[in-house]
């Protein structure tokens, strides 16, 4: 299970790091990139937790 947990906590610090990315730049098209990468590495982190959860009830 910590390799799950690993890759959840590796997705939530890349999110935060894309978030903040989006928030600093300047330039729009990097901003709306990093915007879309970090929700879709939110997604991977959601479906990361579903995952440690489905295995700890099984």
Known sequence: MTELQDRLERFETL???CELITKLATDSAKRE?????SEQYRQLALDTRRAIATRAAA
């Open 15 to 17: 999110t935060a790091e």
């Open 33 to 37: 990139f990093y915007l879309k990468l």
